[in-house]
């Protein structure tokens, strides 16, 4: 079982950047998708970005152009690198693992970020 950590959110101007980073207990060399969502404030969780161990990555619309994630294999560490960000990018952010044939399964506990206007 894969234990998550996200770290790196927090209150930040509209216009500036974060870098979430999620953390595995252990080695994510095997881990086809990761992924990060986000749940705001009266609105449902959503998927913003997936990664699989090849490097194809995904995004929500409304992300494209602005965040980037990544992974380090060797770090055992999930980023999600944020630029100009939006009021409406307030969210609790959460990562995930994927196991095969399931989609997410192993989340991290969460993040608050709070971009202000």
């Known amino acids: ?23 595995a207990s252990e080695s994510i060399f095997s881990i086809n998708v990761m992924g990060w969502y986000r749940q705001a404030p ?3 969780r959503e998927l913003v970005a997936t990664i699989t161990d090849s490097g ?8 494209q ?10 770090k055992n560490t999930l980023y999600l690198q944020m630029s100009s960000l939006k009021p409406d990018d ?3 952010y959460y990562c ?3 196991s095969f044939g399931r ?3 192993y989340w991290g506990q969460g993040t608050q970020v709070t971009v202000s206007s």
């Open 90 to 92: 307030t969210a609790v």
């Open 42 to 44: 009266g609105k449902q």
């Open 103 to 105: 989609g997410p399964t």
């Open 56 to 63: 194809r990555t995904n995004y929500v619309s409304s992300v």
């Open 65 to 74: 152009g602005r965040f980037t994630i990544s992974r380090d294999n060797a």
């Open 1 to 23: 079982q894969v234990q998550l950590v996200e770290s790196g959110g927090g209150l930040v101007q509209a216009g500036g950047s974060l870098r979430l980073s999620c953390a």
């Open 96 to 98: 995930t693992a994927y």
